[in-house]
Every structure is written in structure tokens, then in C-alpha cells.
């Protein structure tokens, strides 16, 4: 656990089916474009499509294992990885940790 290479980045991604409800919406663009951006007008059906803010979380290790995974929710996303470089800290440093309460989360000193 403690070689696990761990990063969570976020990405943006314009989604062509119906978006994830735990998604956030970062913008909007048209199914076709012009060179500047606006909205192609010699497509009748011309659809706005939403450009969402997605979670990007990669997995690694001296091993050769590479694993990317992409997540609706980028905050949870790297809410994640923060969580998993903790434990790797509190595993790195063989001691106990305690929760906010005072009890202990790992017990390792006895």
C-alpha cells in the first residue's frame, strides 16, 4: 500500500448523452462549431451540449501497474486520493493515529 502512486486531477469533458446527476457543469458548446466558436447555423439541428467538469484519478506502482479511472465527481475524486495518501502517511509512519473524537483509528503502539 505504501507504493501505491496516487493522483487525482480534474478534466473537462463536453458530454453527448445526459450528463451525471453528481456532475458539475463548467460550460456549454454547440455539437457543431464554427472556427470561432459560435454555433454552426448550417446545421438546422444544431444542439447545445454541456461541457462538464469530470475526475481523473491514476493509479501507479513500481510494479508497472497504471490505472486511470474517470469520475462524474471530481471532488469526490480527489477527496479520494487525499484520503488514500493519508493512510499511506499514517502506514509510512508506523504510529497510531486518532480520530477527532480521541479514539484510535489504527492501533499500532500496542
Given at each position: 500500500m505504501?507504493?501505491?502512486g496516487?493522483?487525482?486531477t480534474?478534466?473537462?469533458?463536453?458530454?453527448?448523452?445526459?450528463?451525471?446527476?453528481?456532475?458539475?457543469?463548467?460550460?456549454?458548446?454547440?455539437?457543431?462549431?464554427?472556427?470561432?466558436?459560435?454555433?454552426?447555423?448550417?446545421?438546422?439541428?444544431?444542439?447545445?451540449?454541456?461541457?462538464?467538469?469530470?475526475?481523473?484519478?491514476?493509479?501507479?506502482?513500481?510494479?508497472?501497474?497504471?490505472?486511470?479511472?474517470?469520475?462524474?465527481?471530481?471532488?469526490?475524486?480527489?477527496?479520494?486520493?487525499?484520503?488514500?495518501g493519508?493512510?499511506k502517511?499514517?502506514?509510512?509512519?508506523?504510529?497510531?493515529?486518532?480520530?477527532?473524537?480521541?479514539?484510535?483509528l489504527?492501533?499500532?503502539?500496542?
Amino acid at each position: 500500500m505504501t507504493e501505491l502512486g496516487i493522483a487525482s486531477t480534474a478534466t473537462s469533458f463536453t458530454e453527448t448523452e445526459v450528463p451525471p446527476r453528481d456532475s458539475r457543469m463548467i460550460g456549454t458548446t454547440w455539437a457543431q462549431v464554427n472556427k470561432n466558436g459560435s454555433r454552426d447555423r448550417r446545421f438546422a439541428h444544431n444542439r447545445e451540449l454541456p461541457i462538464m467538469r469530470y475526475g481523473c484519478l491514476n493509479l501507479s506502482s513500481v510494479g508497472g501497474m497504471n490505472q486511470a479511472s474517470m469520475f462524474s465527481n471530481a471532488e469526490a475524486s480527489a477527496d479520494f486520493a487525499r484520503a488514500v495518501g493519508e493512510l499511506k502517511r499514517i502506514l509510512a509512519s508506523g504510529r497510531s493515529s486518532r480520530r477527532l473524537d480521541g479514539r484510535p483509528l489504527l492501533d499500532r503502539d500496542e
